[in-house]
């Protein structure tokens, strides 16, 4: 062996033992990419250690896993409801259709009774004509008064 190769393998075992005792891991030397949408939803760096994607992956999958099965319990509350309200709405139709059926001329009425009820009904967030005209007509007027109090 010549000095060269001697001077060499001695300045990577003198590399590799200042790494070791400095705990420098072969998973923070390598880089990983992050895919595009990861990034933009969590605002990670286009490639990272590959210690560092491991425990951004964990963290991501556990959000994923969790937003899932909120949004899967969500789904069958509101599917209970509409269970239960279906029911409850089947069950007066049950009860009341005998009643309408034995009167001839409420048969053929009871969808359109039942819809002008349901067109009748008020719900809230629902204005009138004149009360969203006069809220109009507020809002001008507020926006006209700002206006003149700043000046030209």
Known sequence: MNARTIFIVAVLGVSVSIGLATSC?????????TPMGIQQDLGLPKSMSLNDSKDSYDAWIDDVRRDSQQWRENLEYSEQWVQLINGIT?????????????????????????????????????????QLQAEKEGSYAKGRADAMATGP
């Open 25 to 33: 891991n072969i998973g923070d030397l390598v880089q990983a990419k």
């Open 90 to 130: 089947m069950q007066a139709l049950d009860q009341v259709g005998p009643l309408i059926a034995g009167v001839p001329i409420l048969a053929p009425l009871a969808p359109l009774l039942l819809g002008g009820i349901g067109l009748m009904i008020k719900r809230r967030g629902d204005v009138t004509p004149q």
